[in-house]
């Protein structure tokens, strides 16, 4: 299993992934040291534990926001499917009436059209 070295705060730690993995989680570390690092410019030294405890909660509460966001967002792509698949239906009842009419209007010009052709063809 690869290993790869990352950096929070200032620290270096060995870590394990899955083989393909090692830039992805570098670029997590990396991504959780600016926390640590906005958070130790926020408030100062406050110590390592206590300060990495709060970057994991600011983390996790972008993963709720995240999360609630996505939802959300899932519940509108719900909506959205919803409207299309009856405006789509109207459409499709739309064309039947259309088609109908059509034909209705292509059966009556075929019956004028035979009227002129039976005057056409009875001495006058």
Do not use: W
């Amino acid at each position: 299993m690869p290993e790869v070295n990352v950096e929070i705060n200032g620290r270096k730690y060995r870590m394990a992934c899955e083989e393909g993995q090692q830039q992805h989680l570098i670029g997590l570390a990396e991504r959780f040291n600016t926390h640590v690092e906005a958070l130790k410019g926020a408030v100062g030294e406050i110590g390592d534990n206590r300060l990495t405890v709060m970057a994991g909660i600011a983390v996790v509460d972008e993963l709720a926001e995240a999360e609630r966001r996505i939802k959300a967002l899932e519940t509108e792509v719900v909506v959205l499917t919803r409207a299309g698949q009856e405006v789509a239906s109207e459409i499709e009842a739309l064309e039947g009436r259309f088609a109908s009419k059509l034909s209705d209007a292509a059966k009556a010009l075929e019956g004028v059209a035979g009227v002129l052709d039976e005057a056409a063809i009875l001495p006058g």
